[in-house]
């Protein structure tokens, strides 16, 4: 379908690809995944406009290639009209184009060129297949779970609710190819479950970037890592591209070593042949000695350098004042409401005690930004800066003159900067790598601090967070992290998702410091594949 072919591109002040050879192919549900800033979201702009790039090598792609995109941020182009009349428009606007040409069918004598544009829009609308929109829509609610807003009118949407409203149509639509940038960002879990379910059963084919690991989990079957400029292919899921790479790794190592031997035993030989030569006349060890150390030479260079083993290059360290004591939050009787509607919190109470870390959970829409912002202007103006604050980015216009994840590291480092005795945090690991966030959670555990965090992350709010205050019918209601957790694989999942993304991050990070440590043996154990035989 699209294919890559020695493709190199790259900014004056950076290279991002070099010789690439890689293929999207009809019916891949692909994701790709990579560290914040390594071209990821440029790699999707060069296949919506390559007209606008200069590139080594070539892109093939078949003539009139229609591709859908859904961005990170997406804006309402209309807010009119029921769920049901916003998702029919598309089709309603192309059956009557279709009316129209067949009326002047009858009308013009002329018709060489409107059979042309006839024969054009037909095509379009076998695409898409135009005649059976309604029941198509229909089958895509229910797929999402979305059925019972089939009537709502669409200004009463949440945003996730309109960004999920947005993708279903680009599905409808039936693009060869569609291409989705962050589709989970700013997402509650309702929305994502929902997302989930629209990506598991669209038949196309599709380009997802995401850092979600609830996405990573249950959706795709075909994975592209860019790493060091270039893009490593897997055909499967990520949790089978994260053990094959594992054990990829692992058998590289153990054959450098095995290669490193070798030449260890060549040099010594070497070395017993210099000797001969120094101790006789005889030409013949001098030409033996020159051979063989033209022989070594070759080797070295047949093995290259050390096998590339990542460094994510993330370290937070989160400080906090030495003669300070960690804070506590307190609010009485807070009311949240916007003009004349209806509040979204009432009378609410809410306690977090001195080094708490404590997660506000909640539907989009329900006033958790509000509220921290709230919240940091009253604690800022009694303590001033020992209270840190990392805002959620929402202005798509600020967030293209870096990455969202560039942004959000950038904002992380700063509060890395100065001590804080606490800490509000809006969605601080949207956008962030996997790795990222991993090294931020761990930052959070460690910090003494007082936490208070909104984070639609579940796997955050469950590895750092104390307790949770999940909003709902404008209140609080307060559960234990534990709690919390169980209810969400309980009543979504088969299985503990939490417990297994937490076992393959810890075998990813043990397996990479055995490979560092050259314990291949353990690591071998640790992947659990079989022992090698050790030579004799």
């Given at each position: 379908m699209i294919k890559f072919e020695e493709f190199s591109f790259g900014f004056p002040e950076k290279d991002l690809y070099e010789d690439i050879n890689a293929q999207i192919e009809t019916g891949d549900h692909l994701v790709l995944i990579g560290s914040?800033?390594?071209?990821?979201?440029?790699?999707?702009?060069?296949?919506?406009?390559?007209?606008?790039?200069?590139?080594?090598?070539?892109?093939?792609?078949?003539?009139?290639?229609?591709?859908?995109?859904?961005?990170?941020?997406?804006?309402?182009?209309?807010?009119?009209?029921?769920?049901?009349?916003?998702?029919?428009k598309p089709f309603v606007e192309i059956l009557k184009k279709n009316d129209e040409l067949c009326a002047k069918m009858g009308e013009e004598t002329d018709l060489e060129q409107i059979y042309e544009e006839y024969q054009k829009l037909c095509d379009e609308m076998d695409a898409i297949d135009a005649y059976n929109y309604q029941s198509n829509i229909a089958k895509e609610l229910a797929a999402a779970g979305l059925s019972d807003l089939a009537d709502r009118p669409v200004e009463q949407l949440s945003g996730g609710e309109y960004k999920l409203l947005f993708i279903m149509r680009n599905m409808l639509l039936a693009p060869q190819l569609l291409i989705m940038d962050e589709p989970d960002v700013f997402l509650d879990f309702e929305n994502l479950v929902a997302l989930i379910g629209l990506i598991?059963?669209?038949?196309?084919?599709?380009?997802?970037?995401?850092?979600?690991?609830?996405?990573?989990?249950?959706?795709?079957?075909?994975?592209?890592?860019?790493?060091?400029?270039?893009?490593?292919?897997?055909?499967?899921?990520?949790?089978?591209?994260?053990?094959?790479?594992?054990?990829?790794?692992?058998?590289?190592?153990?054959?450098?070593?095995?290669?490193?031997?070798?030449?260890?035993?060549?040099?010594?030989?070497?070395?017993?042949?210099?000797?001969?030569?120094?101790?006789?006349?005889e030409p013949q060890y001098g030409?033996?000695?020159?051979?063989?150390?033209?022989?070594?030479q070759r080797l070295k260079k047949m093995r290259g350098d050390d096998p590339f083993l990542e460094e994510h290059e993330h370290s937070f360290q989160l400080q906090f004042p030495e003669v300070e004591e960690a804070l506590p939050i307190q609010v009485r009787d807070y009311t949240l409401c916007y003009e004349a509607q209806k509040p979204l919190l009432s009378h609410v109470d809410l306690m977090v005690e001195p080094g708490e870390k404590v997660a506000i959970v909640g539907p989009n829409g329900t006033g958790k930004s509000s509220l921290m912002r709230d919240l940091y202007e009253r604690l800022q103006a009694e303590h001033g800066d020992t209270v840190g604050y990392f805002r959620q980015i929402v202005d798509a216009d600020e967030a293209l003159k870096l990455s969202g994840?560039?942004?959000?590291?950038?904002?992380?480092?700063?509060?890395?900067?100065?001590?804080?005795?606490?800490?509000?945090?809006?969605?601080?690991?949207?956008?962030?790598?996997?790795?990222?966030?991993?090294?931020?959670?761990?930052?959070?555990?460690?910090?003494?601090?007082?936490?208070?965090?909104?984070?639609?992350d579940l796997f955050a709010v469950a590895g750092v967070c104390d307790r949770v205050l999940l909003i709902e019918d404008e209140g609080i209601r307060e559960m234990s992290g534990r709690a919390y957790r169980k209810s969400i694989y309980k009543n979504y999942f088969s299985a503990d998702i939490f417990e297994a993304e937490r076992n393959r991050i810890d075998t990813e990070i043990r397996v990479s410091d055995l490979l560092r440590a050259g314990k291949y043996a353990e690591a071998r154990k640790a992947l659990g594949m079989p022992q090698k035989e050790e030579k004799e």
């Open positions: 914040n800033g390594c071209g990821k979201s440029t790699l999707v702009q060069l296949l919506l406009h390559e007209e606008n790039y200069t590139y080594e090598g070539r892109i093939r792609r078949p003539a009139n290639f229609r591709i859908g995109y859904v961005s990170q941020f997406v804006e309402a182009d209309s807010k009119e009209g029921t769920v049901t009349e916003f998702l029919e598991n059963s669209y038949d196309g084919t599709l380009l997802t970037i995401t850092h979600n690991r609830l996405l990573l989990a249950r959706c795709f079957n075909k994975v592209w890592d860019i790493e060091n400029r270039s893009i490593r292919e897997f055909p499967g899921n990520f949790a089978d591209y994260n053990t094959w790479m594992l054990q990829t790794k692992l058998e590289i190592f153990e054959h450098v070593r095995d290669f490193d031997e070798f030449i260890e035993k060549q040099q010594e030989i070497v070395k017993k042949v210099r000797q001969m030569a120094e101790m006789t006349t030409r033996q000695l020159k051979a063989r150390a033209t022989y070594i994840g560039e942004r959000n590291l950038a904002q992380i480092h700063e509060l890395c900067e100065k001590p804080h005795a606490m800490l509000l945090l809006d969605e601080p690991t949207s956008h962030l790598d996997i790795y990222a966030q991993i090294e931020l959670e761990k930052a959070l555990r460690q910090y003494p601090g007082t936490i208070l965090m909104v984070s639609h």
